[in-house]
Nanobody, 115 residues
Framework: QVQLVESGGGLVPPGGSLRLSCAAS????????MAWYRQAPGKEREWVAG???????NYADSVKGRFTISRDNAKNMVYLQMNSLKVEDTAVYYC?????????WGQGTQVTVSS
């Protein structure tokens, strides 16, 4: 059974940092396009960052320069390092994996940025 499990969320003050992790129980993980999304209360789910098998990354303008996505194919893991967090980064963060017609989502992890 395919699973994506996020961890690392929590409460952090503005300007702080968090590192989210996503553990993927999929075969040939290295071929998956992995991404992080987030959904704030009352808002649509939005794409945050993506990484392809080669390691090439892309970011939403709202997080560029503050967030870094990375992957460890040997461990079937993808990460999101979040620095200089803002109140508006508060959301449930989801991990997504795509390979061809297969798409998988994790259950999400809450990130709250508040003083």
């Amino acid at each position: 059974q395919v699973q994506l499990v996020e961890s690392g969320g929590g409460l952090v003050p503005p300007g702080g940092s968090l590192r989210l992790s996503c553990a993927a129980s999929v075969s040939i993980f290295s071929r998956y396009v992995m991404a992080w999304y987030r959904q704030a209360p009352g808002k649509e789910r939005e794409w945050v960052a993506g990484i392809i098998s080669s390691g090439t990354t892309n970011y939403a303008d709202s997080v560029k320069g503050r967030f870094t996505i990375s992957r460890d194919n040997a461990k079937n893991m993808v990460y999101l390092q979040m620095n200089s967090l803002k109140v508006e980064d508060t959301a449930v963060y989801y991990c997504k994996g795509v390979l061809g017609s297969r798409t998988y989502w994790g259950q999400g992890t809450q990130v709250t940025v508040s003083s």
